[in-house]
T-cell receptor, first 112, second 115 residues
Framework: DADVTQTPRNRITKTGKRIMLECSQTKGHDRMYWYRQDPGLGLQLIYYSFDVKDINKGEISDGYSVSRQAQAKFSLSLESAIPNQTALYFC???????????FGPGTRLTVL | DAKTTQPPSMDCAEGRAANLPCNHSTISGNEYVYWYRQIHSQGPQYIIHGLKNNETNEMASLIITEDRKSSTLILPHATLRDTAVYYCIVRVAFYSGAGSYQLTFGKGTKLSVIP
């Protein structure tokens, strides 16, 4: 079984809809991250969490919110989706050192 | 974090060594060099990291110049499965304030391994 899983893997939605992307990990890591990737570009950090009670904004947090329900679960929400949020979204985890991040398979989100 | 410069693309013959360069001329003394790769639309995969000494693991070798302003990732015997975008990232290894855990991915180098 994969260490980091993301659901759904693909989602098509309409402008204005609320969307939640979920991430679960079995690595026992405290650190979790959400990134987005636009076609042909690198990844940009949206939010990261050091533990259940510690959540921090990344470089592009506007229009997104997150919830760390448990050590193993970190959800990303788009409160009112817009077309320029169409992208590939990745969840990642790391241990305390943060040296190595382990990425999930990604969620491809399309906002029409 | 320091910026990195990588060639946009490279080709390598299958079975040969792939040498991927990276320039990071503004790297700070407490910043490490990390390499990740991303196989088409999959999640990025950690390869290796180092501070100033050369490093080797089961996937690759990392050669860092003495002045630390550039580095080379070496895949000793490239296979078709090594075709991917390779990202060179410099970052502090341990938490030192807000954002220090961020991996700043540029556009990377698209490596194509040719049969």
């Amino acid at each position: 079984d994969a260490d980091v899983t993301q659901t759904p893997r693909n989602r098509i939605t309409k402008t204005g809809k609320r969307i939640m992307l979920e991430c679960s990990q079995t690595k026992g890591h405290d650190r979790m991250y959400w990134y987005r990737q636009d076609p042909g570009l690198g990844l940009q950090l949206i939010y990261y969490s050091f533990d259940v009670k510690d959540i921090n904004k990344g470089e592009i947090s506007d229009g997104y919110s997150v919830s760390r329900q448990a050590q193993a679960k970190f959800s990303l929400s788009l409160e009112s989706a817009i077309p320029n949020q169409t992208a590939l979204y990745f969840c990642a985890t790391s241990d305390f050192s943060g040296v190595q991040q382990f990425f999930g398979p990604g969620t491809r989100l399309t906002v029409l | 974090d320091a910026k990195t410069t990588q060639p946009p693309s490279m080709d390598c013959a299958e079975g040969r060594a792939a040498n991927l360069p990276c320039n990071h001329s503004t790297i700070s003394g407490n910043e490490y060099v990390y390499w990740y790769r991303q196989i088409h639309s999959q999640g990025p995969q950690y390869i290796i990291h180092g501070l100033k000494n050369n490093e080797t693991n089961e996937m690759a070798s990392l050669i860092i110049t003495e002045d630390r302003k550039s580095s080379t990732l070496i895949l000793p015997h490239a296979t078709l499965r090594d075709t991917a975008v390779y990202y060179c990232i410099v970052r502090v290894a341990f938490y030192s304030g807000a954002g220090s855990y961020q991996l700043t991915f540029g556009k990377g180098t698209k490596l194509s391994v040719i049969p």
